[in-house]
């Protein structure tokens, strides 16, 4: 191939077209920055120097001297709803939307901000068709998420399923609560509608099949088994209410004390009362919680006798001493109404007074607490009422947790 000497001439035209644009690119940035607003400056100053409220009073200026800011209304609609003022970041949403120049994007974004603010303020039906009005968006999976966090909130646990039902069917998210959503609605079918017991067992049946999908945890199986026991207990079917409750035991050992003393009722009733209690003193010693030592307790007293049940008291106390449980047990010698001299014991006391003075102390200690928010309740929980979140409660007293 030959040498062109003329072709020398297109390196510096070349090189020329290449310094114009830039000096251009630059001259034009340079135009676009004195053209925006002093409060622009001033806005990012305060941010950096960690002044969030002089701030958003900065930006609100360059917003209402540039109204085609829309990112910056963003960001402050953002702002607005992180710091719980959830009314105005719904009028700088609302005045976005009602612009019939933003561009379609814009307008999605929009609509799902706007969709977060009636959430974040509890205007659930506000939320919930914002977020279904942004569906058939790039914004479903966001908008999905929502919804279920909805749905949970109202307790529509249908609606809840259908959303989660959606989402996976655009992405394989896992959702590790809707095992406890159909829990819940078989709850709703035994103890609200006991017309409807059968759809109880097809509810039972979806949870035990979410759970697996989700690794099945020990809370979600433990409540299935529960679950089952009361279905069992609505036909008739002792046995099978007897044999539910002590898959508790065996598959989930940690919440054995929220079905002992159902458990040992299923065994009296069907005329096995010392099976029941043997089958408690083996998973105490196994798995040993609070719970269940005063169900033990209780049946030693009822079937063996005050010295019985004292002397495993007395084991138990010795091996982990506990103001719970002594609390516990002399509820019970109070409740018999009888003399504890004539056992030996306790000699010469009033029990009365003793448990009065133990009483006041051990309440505090009588409670479940959340692992996440640290709420306390005196009752058990599958999901936390303070902060909504599953399984955050542990089967054992907070003095067993200390």
């Not at 009602?98 to 603010?117: G, K, M, T, V």
């Not at 749905?151 to 609560?177: C, F, G, M, N, T």
């Amino acid at each position: 191939m030959d040498f062109e000497p003329w072709w020398l001439i297109f390196v510096p035209v070349l090189f020329g077209l290449g310094w114009v644009a830039a000096r251009f690119d630059f001259r034009q940035m340079l135009s676009e920055t004195r053209n925006l607003p002093d409060s622009y400056f001033k806005g990012l100053n305060f941010l950096l120097n960690e002044q969030p409220d002089r701030a958003i009073d900065a930006f609100i200026e360059v917003a209402k001297l540039d109204p085609e800011t829309t990112e910056l209304h963003f960001a402050l609609g953002s702002l607005f709803r992180r710091r719980g003022e959830i009314e105005r970041a719904i009028r700088v949403h609302q005045s976005l939307l009602s612009r019939e120049d933003l561009p379609h994007e814009q307008r999605e974004n929009a609509q799902l901000e706007l969709a977060r603010d009636f959430l974040k303020a509890g205007m659930f039906d506000r939320a919930e068709k914002g977020f279904e009005a942004v569906l058939p968006s790039r914004h479903a999976l966001d908008a999905l998420r929502a919804l279920i966090r909805i749905h949970e909130s109202e307790h529509d646990w249908p609606r809840a399923i259908e959303a989660v039902q959606q989402l996976h069917a655009r992405v394989q998210e896992p959702v590790p609560q809707l095992a406890h959503y159909y829990c819940e609605q078989a709850r709703v079918f035994l103890e609200v509608r006991p017309a409807l017991v059968d759809d109880a067992d097809q509810a039972l049946d979806a949870a035990e099949n979410a759970a697996r999908q989700s690794g099945g945890s020990p809370a979600s199986v433990a409540r299935i088994h529960m679950l089952r026991a009361d279905w069992a207990a609505c036909r008739g079917d002792l046995e099978g209410q007897r044999a539910s409750l002590a898959q508790v035991l065996a598959e989930a050992p940690e919440y054995a004390g929220l079905v002992a003393e159902k458990l040992l009722d299923c065994h009296i009733t069907l005329g096995r009362a010392e099976e029941g209690l043997g089958i408690l003193l083996l998973q105490y010693k196994e798995h040993p919680t609070l719970d269940l030592f005063n169900v033990v307790f209780r049946a030693l007293r009822a079937q063996q006798g005050p010295a019985r049940a004292w002397a495993f008291a007395r084991e138990v106390l010795r091996a982990q001493p506990s103001l719970l449980g002594l609390d516990r047990l002399l509820e019970v010698e109070l409740a018999q109404g009888e003399a504890a001299t004539s056992e030996g014991l306790v000699p010469g006391a009033d029990l009365g007074l003793l448990r009065s003075l133990i009483h006041k102390h051990s309440q505090r200690l009588d409670r479940y607490a959340c692992s996440h928010c640290g709420f306390e309740a005196r009752r058990f929980y599958w999901q936390c009422p303070g902060c909504n979140i599953w399984e955050t409660y542990r089967p054992r007293r907070l003095e067993e947790l200390q």
